[in-house]
């Protein structure tokens, strides 16, 4: 059977409740506004983000997982030992797939571990992982990524490879990003690695695109935060109130998302214990999407203390996996 294959360890992430009606009413108040992009991933944000992984204009996912497909053998190879594969945030764990079946072609066996905020997807991405993968063992750490590297408990000295994949580095300022990969670095021992997704510059056009789509998936995903605050803090915000805007902020080579009001209203809401007076025009900033050249992310992971070790790149040179060593 699958069941004596998976187990599931960590602790709910508690106090998100109130986390959320915090995040709210301190970025709401804040000048300029804005809410935490974590937030976008309630059940119907993770659900529109599954869709604009299928977009046309969105490339990532495609890029990322053409290089994980054609160069999973490798990948499996830059590990002599047989590893632990570790995924921060794997969510459908949909592209690990290459990099699992390599590994197990390779070792006849795998220990794999996915760490993720929300237990349903750990619990679904093992249904289907487990049935198709005899040799495959799951411990879902369920739980905050770097968090869930402590709650991992080593199997003998077999290293670790970690998977940050999707470009969500991208989504993090270059001050959070450095902490993060420090805090990472130092739970990792010397024989682990950290293979790592980052989305590149190119084009103005096509990020611009990838980041609004002509379906309007992204302005859907983005607006779906306004329908959160509403169902979860009671508030009378309306998504209709408000437009989706991105650009291309070439200084700062990222892509700016926010939500413009609309309409002039004052919104409720109670769960924060706010009121706020919108004029049209004014803004809510709600996610930053960092793209790197081979150079500036060379940089910033020898900020951190990892060297990197291998990259692949996918044939139209727009996205690469970086395997960093501590
Ligand atoms: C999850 N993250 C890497 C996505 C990105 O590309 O920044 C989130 C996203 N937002 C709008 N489209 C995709």
Request: proline share 5%; with cysteine; charged share 30%.
């Amino acid at each position: 059977g699958t069941k004596d294959r998976f187990e599931l360890v960590g602790t709910p992430p508690d106090h998100q409740e109130a986390e959320f009606a915090d995040a709210v009413r301190e970025g709401l108040s804040a000048s300029p506004r804005h809410v935490p992009a974590r937030f976008l991933y309630d059940a119907r944000g993770s659900e529109l983000f599954e869709q604009i992984c299928t977009l046309p204009e969105y490339y990532p996912t495609r890029a990322e997982r053409e290089i994980l497909e054609d160069r999973a053998d490798e990948i499996a190879a830059a590990i002599d030992r047989e590893p632990t594969l570790v995924e921060f945030g794997s969510g459908s764990a949909e592209k690990t797939r290459h990099v699992i079946e390599a590994l197990i072609a390779r070792h006849g066996h795998l220990r794999y571990a996915p760490i993720d905020i929300s237990r349903a997807a750990l619990e679904a991405s093992a249904d289907g992982l487990l049935a198709d993968h005899p040799e495959l063992e799951m411990v879902g750490v369920w739980g905050e990524y770097a968090r869930g590297l402590l709650t991992l408990e080593r199997v003998t000295d077999s290293p670790l490879l970690v998977l940050w994949l999707g470009s969500s580095i991208g989504n993090l300022t270059h001050t959070e990003a450095l902490a993060f990969l420090r805090d990472v670095r130092e739970r990792l021992a010397p024989q682990d690695r950290l293979l790592i997704g980052v989305d590149l510059v190119k084009d103005p056009a096509v990020l611009e695109a990838a980041y609004d789509d002509a379906q309007g998936v992204t302005a859907a995903f983005t607006l779906n935060l306004i329908a959160r605050i509403a169902r979860e803090l009671g508030g009378d915000l309306r998504p209709e109130d408000f437009c989706y805007r991105s650009r291309w902020n070439p200084d700062e080579e990222r892509i700016e998302s926010h939500l413009e009001v609309v309409r002039a209203h004052t919104a409720h809401i109670p769960g924060a214990k706010l009121e706020v007076a919108f004029e049209v025009g004014d803004r809510i900033h709600t996610e930053y999407a960092h793209k790197y050249t081979p150079k500036s992310f060379a940089a910033l992971a020898a900020d951190a203390g990892f060297a990197v070790e291998r990259n692949w790149t996918d044939g139209e040179a727009r996205f690469r996996s970086c395997l960093l060593a501590p």
